[in-house]
């Protein structure tokens, strides 16, 4: 690889002014290596096949300006009676969603869409110039067209202005940038273009270091461990589940009993599989450890081919003694059922059993 074109990469990034000081390991921050953020387009030099599979991915698309989504646009205008509130609502072209009642109107320009769309995408924008952020009380789904956000149906405006959404206090806000782009820093006024979504320092962590190291005139490091960056595959089982779990639903410390048994009883805990996957056998029991990526490669959308997940399990089912008695393939279909608990949506279940096919949470373990 060329080391200038590194460093022309590097000199089009204005997030290289965020350097990021080293700390104790934590999910949030599973990196080790001190420096600033080089920008995902920095990467595709040297992983040009593993950058083209990621930016197409769902985890890329996971944030995006409302007027890229085509098929956001394809359904609007788009009317609403909010029987809560009383107020009728209209998503126009433009991305902005108005409200009307009484004679009284306001509106909501949407300036991001969460979601990449496989299930659904929620748009938030901002209450005034620089004010709070506001989750739109109308969302779009795969399945449906438009529709009213998940959860918002159970929460009554208490003002006329809250007909349009859901206030997010700065907290909640936070997490919903921190886990759909990549840099966040809290308090930025909006997250790079580029760096919407979940993109390749997300979770190798900031590379301007490793990106100099690599395309220097002499030899790079030869180790890994030099290298300036994280690789997540080559983390412990515990740790690679811990710290997709930051995103996918934060895994319980092995002592605290109480809340493993509410996750095993609540069937709503089977949107979140880090959570659901700890108390499988496999994970537990593995020998070499059940990491995501044991089944998962996480620069592209998870396989909807049967034989590319039955892979994983046959790795080790395979071997006297460890076969399933019933069949040797689709293992998913009874082992990891998939479960509706939103009206839109359906997951699939990461904890690992025996079930009664069919009855998913309620099956035996």
């Not at 009484?102 to 901002?126: C, H, M, N, Y």
């Not at 067209?145 to 206090?169: D, H, I, K, N, Y």
């Not at 319980?252 to 880090?274: C, G, K, M, Q, Y």
Request: hydrophobic letters at 30%.
């Amino acid at each position: 690889m060329n080391p200038s074109l590194h460093f022309a990469a590097l000199a089009a990034w204005p997030l290289l002014l965020f350097a990021q000081p080293a700390a104790e390991w934590t999910p949030e921050r599973p990196w080790p290596q001190t420096s600033a953020w080089a920008g995902s387009r920095s990467c595709a030099g040297c992983h040009a096949d593993l950058y083209r599979r990621q930016e197409v991915s769902n985890h890329a698309r996971s944030l995006r300006p409302p007027a890229e989504i085509a098929e956001f646009h394809q359904g609007l205008p788009y009317s609403h009676h909010d029987r809560s509130s009383g107020a009728a609502l209209t998503l126009e072209p433009g991305a902005v969603l108005k409200t009307e009642k009484d004679g009284d109107r306001q509106s909501l320009v949407l300036e991001w869409a969460f979601g990449s769309g496989k299930k659904g995408i929620t748009p938030l924008g901002r209450a005034q110039s620089g004010g709070a952020m506001v989750e739109s009380r109308l969302s779009w789904y795969s399945n449906g067209g438009f529709g009213v956000t998940t959860g918002a149906g159970q929460r009554e405006p208490r003002s006329f202005a809250e007909s349009l959404g859901r206030t997010l206090t700065e907290k909640e806000a936070q997490d919903c940038f921190g886990c759909h782009t990549t840099g966040y820093t809290p308090g930025q006024p909006a997250p790079a273009r580029d760096e919407m979504g979940i993109r390749c320092e997300r979770c190798h962590g900031p590379g301007a270091e490793h990106v100099r190291l690599m395309g220097s005139a002499g030899n790079p490091p030869a180790a890994a461990g030099q290298r300036r960056i994280l690789h997540p595959g080559r983390l412990d089982a515990a740790s690679q589940v811990s710290m997709c779990g930051v995103c996918h639903g934060r895994t319980p410390a092995d002592t605290d009993v109480a809340l493993l048994a509410r996750i095993e009883r609540d069937p709503n805990t089977v949107r979140f599989p880090s959570q659901r996957l700890v108390l499988s056998r496999c994970y537990n029991e593995s020998t070499e450890g059940l990491a995501c990526s044991r089944c998962h490669d996480p620069h592209a959308n998870v396989s909807t081919v049967a034989a590319d997940n039955d892979r994983a399990c046959l790795s080790c089912h395979s071997k006297p003694r460890r076969t399933c008695p019933t069949a040797t393939r689709n293992c998913a279909s009874c082992h990891m059922p998939s479960e509706q608990v939103m009206l839109h949506s359906r997951f699939t279940d990461h904890y690992i059993r025996v079930t009664a096919r069919g009855r998913g949470t309620k099956g035996r373990r």
